[in-house]
């Protein structure tokens, strides 16, 4: 995978850029954002939010192009509902991008920089995001409350703006959160305290933080550290 810059104008909407070629899916952690996908053929996908890191092969007639999409942004977007986006992916009618890998990135951009305008956020969804990146260990009722919603508002809000439940959500940054501290310390030249790490990331200890890695990813966080192909992206935020 290829991680390309975010436009500065899109920062607000796109989270990431990528570039997939080869002929499986490299290991990594689940995003907990809707994909908008450009296909080797030109068309544009859709591709819901992971609580479980993808697998399967990739295209094998071209590189795959994604946009990654901030959380709550695809409805205003696209039309469509977070939750109802599949995992699989499914085709949006958008029109047909051939050429290079450069031109149908530029494309997609440029689809969703000719949305914009009309994209709005839910706001209490947005609240919600930032507290949960903030203090991903909170329970989901805390959460509610400080957006002023009831749990049963706020799933339903929640899910149809991210994709995902609240809890669902919190799980996934807590993964992405714990391996960024690995990943820190490693650069420092210090050996990961994985206990400490655990408790930071909102786990109740290590055992608990390993068994939501081997539930989301199938290995242990070390093994992500130390595979070469392993490509970590920020978690994105609202």
Known sequence: MTALPVPADLAHLVAGTWVLDGGLVPRGLPQPAVDLLVMPDGAYWLAGAETRARQGALPKDGSLVGVRLRPGTVAGLFGVAADEVPLAGAPIEAGQLDGSVTERLAGALALVRARAG??????????????????????????????????????????????????????????????????????????????????RSGCYDQSHLLAEFRHAVGVPPTTLLADDRFLQAPACQG
Do not use: T
């Open 118 to 199: 009309r994209c709005q956020v839910d706001e209490r969804v947005r609240i919600v995001l930032a507290a949960m990146h903030a203090a991903p260990g909170a329970p989901v009722d805390w959460h509610a409350a400080q957006a002023g919603l009831s749990e049963r508002q706020l799933r339903r809000r929640f899910g149809a703006a991210v994709g995902l439940r609240p809890k669902s959500y919190a799980r996934v940054v807590r993964l992405h959160r714990a391996l960024a501290d690995a990943q820190a310390a490693v650069a420092k030249g210090e050996r990961p305290n994985w206990a400490a790490i655990a408790v």
